[in-house]
């Protein structure tokens, strides 16, 4: 929902819980809220929030926190810096990270799930190449990653599967064990294939779900490889 939407319930007595809910794509993580309609007498009474109690109705603010979000580069040689597109000849090395941007969650949820999903078109990925680094990771001359490495941030090994898609999912107590707010950088190769088009590309997505909530899908982002064929 907007900013501003006001929902108005009529409740018979008892205790609710209120859940916000949004579509797929969204920044937003809303926390729940809860009711109790109450018998005062001769008539009814509502608790609700952090003690509000009216008469006959109470007005709850929905909270909520940040949701995670991402950006993705691609190395560009030729200027030697990270960029959202490059050239590269068919059976090129090219290095790419997808970065991930946690807000804090300390108080609020227990565990993040963290899934990036990246699909490959005209490339493929270099198996055990992945890596996570607490920093914007450095390619020197000699087109070796450099960077504050976080070990074991990574649950299970990347592999690309039958669909061109690289699932990488983060360990979120290794990375950010104190809840606080954090940013990583998934690193990996891939190898330029494309034979038959003159623009490979590959597209990632970050997909997560707080506590026992709804699962959500940020939007995505993608880079593009110029191979000239």
């Known amino acids: 929902p907007a900013d501003g939407t006001q929902v108005t319930f009529t409740l018979e007595p008892g205790y609710y819980i209120f859940l916000v809910r949004t579509t797929a794509e969204n920044s937003r993580i809303y926390l729940p809220m809860s009711a109790f309609v109450r018998v005062d007498g001769d008539k009814l009474a509502v608790t609700g929030g952090s003690g509000v109690t009216g008469a006959d109705a109470v007005e709850l603010t929905a909270k909520y926190k940040d949701g995670p979000t991402i950006d993705k580069m691609v190395w560009c040689a030729v200027h030697g810096r990270w960029d959202v597109q490059t050239d590269a000849s068919v059976g090129g090395i090219l290095d790419f990270y997808v970065r991930v941007e946690i807000p804090a969650y300390a108080g609020a949820v227990e565990n993040v799930e963290l899934t990036v999903r990246d699909t490959m078109s005209g ?12 920093s914007e990771p450095l390619i020197d001359a000699a087109g070796a990653a450099s960077g504050t490495l976080i070990e074991n941030a990574l649950i299970g090994t990347p592999a690309e599967d039958e669909n ?4 990488f999912t983060l360990d979120y107590k290794t990375i950010a064990p104190t809840a606080a707010e954090r940013t990583v950088y998934i690193y990996y190769q891939a190898v330029s294939n494309a034979l ?13 779900k707080i506590a ?10 993608t880079t ?5 064929s």
């Open 212 to 221: 026992a909530g709804e699962e959500k899908t940020t939007s995505p982002k």
């Open 196 to 208: 038959d088009a003159g623009i490979a590309s590959n597209t990632a997505v970050l997909t997560y």
């Open 224 to 228: 593009a490889i110029y191979n000239y």
């Open 123 to 134: 490339i493929r990925y270099v198996a055990g190449s992945a890596r996570v680094y607490g």
């Open 164 to 167: 061109g898609v690289v699932s």
